[in-house]
């Protein structure tokens, strides 16, 4: 069974960065995509990233250029790196594993999330 564990959130001021990983267990990362989804109060849970097997990564416009997508197939691991955070990124950050041939449709498996608040 797919598992995924989330890490790297927390508390940080506006302009700041952080880090989230994503390991993943019971699946081989380099043959899935893999992407990065938030869910703030109130709101439905949106895309942020993903990470296509073959190379190819897709950002919401909200986020492009302040965060990357990336991945590790040897440790199994994916992570998004935030930079120049702003107070409408605080969310519940959320890892899946995406259905083959729709990399912007999420999958069956996600994480437990990891909070990420940011203040000003």
């Known amino acids: 069974q797919v598992q995924l564990v989330e890490s790297g959130g927390g508390l940080v001021q506006a302009g700041e960065s952080l880090r989230l990983s994503c390991v993943a267990s019971?699946?081989?990362?380099?043959?899935?995509?893999m992407g990065w989804w938030r869910q703030a109060p109130g709101n439905q849970r949106e895309l942020v990233a993903i990470?296509?097997?073959?190379?190819?990564?897709i950002y919401t416009p909200a986020v492009k250029g302040r965060f990357t997508i990336s991945r590790d197939n040897a440790k199994n691991t994916v992570y998004l790196n935030m930079g120049s955070l702003k107070a409408d990124d605080t969310a519940v950050y959320y890892c899946?594993?995406?259905?083959?041939?729709?990399?912007?449709?999420?999958?069956?498996?996600w994480g437990q999330g990891t909070q990420v608040t940011v203040t000003t």
């Open positions: 019971g699946t081989i990362l380099s043959a899935n995509t």
């Open positions: 990470s296509v097997s073959t190379g190819q990564t």
């Open positions: 899946n594993q995406g259905r083959p041939g729709q990399p912007t449709v999420p999958g069956p498996y």
